[in-house]
């Protein structure tokens, strides 16, 4: 336990459906980050968020939408997908963002198919 | 463009001594080098970090050098237990105050009995 966790951990969707990821932090930090792993590819970071306000969006597409409404929640909405969206999307939370020397505590992550 | 490079897989056997490097040319002037282990089905989890020179905890030690280009993860004695991939995480310097994360690929770590 981490301290992180992630709901679902698994999910199969069609490319016209809506889901939404959550992630909830325990720890009282203040950042808060969606990654993407996919099968043979290294962590992608896809947003930051520090105190509910986004201070990164790597150029993710715009069928991903996050929302952070306090400090210690995280979702992120998905919306007509593509089958190379299926991936494990890991949230994670520190106490300060972008800053590697703070240490980042990772949930789980989901596990998404998109068929 | 920040490139960390890490070799992508290495083999060892139980009892030996194991040493991944990662290069990081565009490391921030201020930010830390950070190591992940992450287990299947897992995520990350953090296994030690340092500025320079030489860290060590109850784990693993980290070797970097004065130039801060490069950062070396020793793992002292390896069991099957130590399986894993094994990241480096270094800031790169960003804008609006705040640095970019740069992970590597990860190297998949195989020790054999």
């Known amino acids: 336990e981490t301290g992180v966790t992630q709901t679902p951990r698994h999910l199969v969707m069609g490319m016209t459906n809506k889901k939404s990821l959550k992630c909830e932090q325990h720890?009282?930090?203040?950042?808060m980050y969606w990654y993407k792993q996919s099968a043979k590819k290294p962590l992608e970071l896809m947003f930051v968020?520090?105190?509910?306000?986004?201070?990164e969006n790597n150029s993710v597409p715009s069928r991903f939408s996050p929302e952070c409404p306090n400090s210690s929640h995280l979702f992120l909405h998905l919306h007509t997908l593509q089958p190379e969206d299926s991936a494990l999307y890991l949230c994670?939370?520190?106490?300060?963002?972008?800053?590697?020397?703070?240490?980042?505590?990772f949930g789980p992550g989901t596990r998404l198919t998109v068929t | 463009l920040a490139k960390t490079t890490q070799p992508i897989s290495m083999d060892s056997y139980e009892g030996q001594e194991v040493n991944i490097t990662c290069s990081h040319n565009?490391?921030?002037?201020?930010?830390?080098i950070t190591w992940y282990q992450q287990f299947p089905s897992q995520g990350p989890r953090f296994i030690i970090q340092?500025?320079?020179t030489k860290v060590t905890n109850e784990v693993a030690s980290l070797f970097i050098p004065a130039d801060r280009k490069s950062s070396t993860l020793s793992l002292p004695r390896v069991s099957l237990s130590d399986t894993a991939v094994y990241y480096c995480?270094?800031?790169?310097?960003?804008?609006?105050?705040?640095?970019?994360?740069?992970f590597g690929a990860g190297t998949r770590l195989a020790v054999h009995p």
């Open positions: 995480l270094v800031g790169e310097e960003g804008s609006g105050g705040y640095n970019k994360l740069i």
């Open positions: 968020y520090n105190f509910k306000e986004q201070t």
């Open positions: 720890l009282g930090h203040n950042a």
């Open positions: 994670a939370s520190s106490q300060n963002p972008s800053d590697p020397s703070y240490e980042q505590y």
């Open positions: 565009n490391i921030a002037t201020n930010d830390y």
């Open positions: 340092g500025y320079k």
